[in-house]
């Protein structure tokens, strides 16, 4: 079965740092992008960012709001990418989805809440 | 950034009515190497993450009902459902994936009258 499974949200202070996880099984990973989005409560999705396969470079590409705090790398033999996020503010309390190229796998999303 | 505008923001259908919902782009998502529409629309029910129902702004995903169905130009598109279903009760998005950053519409809430 082809499946995403985020892990690794939580409850952090302002200013902390926390790392995501984006576990993939059922399908090469290494073939394929990883893309985040995410959702703050109640709002609408919105775009982090994207690490593109190694075939593609293995760059990165970020929002405008997370460019510079957050960092998005993957483990190909581990078949992992994870989200990297520093100095996190309140307005980064959101479920973090993990997709793949083509956007037609999605985990269940990991929340983040930032708050003192 | 590409801006994507929905319409309606709420929607209520009868059972086995058509809904329609609108999304414009303010620049085209047309990639004219290829002549790809780089629109997607998704459905997102509580609590659950987005599926992805339409690509390519026409191209139904696998498994997704033939109800549903996608149209339209360089930067006007429509998600079309035929017949509205009870289990059709969602938020609808539509994106764009023509250039980072990717964006969304705001979405439309669908119900049943």
């Known amino acids: 079965e082809v499946q995403l499974v985020e892990s690794g949200g939580g409850l952090v202070k302002p200013g902390r740092s926390l790392r995501l996880s984006c576990a993939a099984s059922?399908?090469?990973?290494?073939?394929?992008?990883v893309i985040w989005f995410r959702q703050a409560p109640g709002k609408g999705l919105e775009w982090v960012g994207f690490i593109r396969s190694k075939t593609y470079g293995g760059t990165a590409e970020y929002a405008a709001s997370v460019k510079g705090r957050f960092t998005i790398s993957s483990d190909d033999p581990k078949s992992i990418a994870y989200l990297q996020m520093n100095s996190l503010k309140t307005e980064d309390t959101a479920v973090y989805y993990c997709?793949?190229?083509?956007?037609?796998?999605w985990g269940q999303g990991t929340t983040v809440i930032v708050s003192s | 950034d590409i801006v994507m505008t929905q319409s309606p923001d709420s929607l209520a259908v009868s059972l086995g009515e058509r809904a329609t919902i609108n999304c414009k782009s303010s620049q085209s998502v047309l990639y004219s190497s290829n002549n790809k529409k780089y629109l997607a629309w998704f459905q997102q029910k509580l609590g659950q993450p987005p599926k992805l129902l339409i690509y390519?702004?026409?191209t139904r995903e696998s498994g997704v009902p033939d109800r549903f169905s996608g149209s339209g130009s360089g930067t006007d598109f429509t998600l079309t459902i035929s017949s509205v279903q009870a289990e059709d009760v969602a938020v609808y998005y539509c994106?764009?994936?023509?250039?980072?950053?990717?964006?969304f519409g705001q979405g439309t809430k669908l119900e049943i009258k």
């Open positions: 994106q764009q994936y023509r250039s980072t950053p990717y964006t």
């Open positions: 059922g399908f090469t990973f290494g073939e394929n992008a």
């Open positions: 390519w702004a026409s």
């Open positions: 997709t793949r190229s083509g956007m037609d796998v």
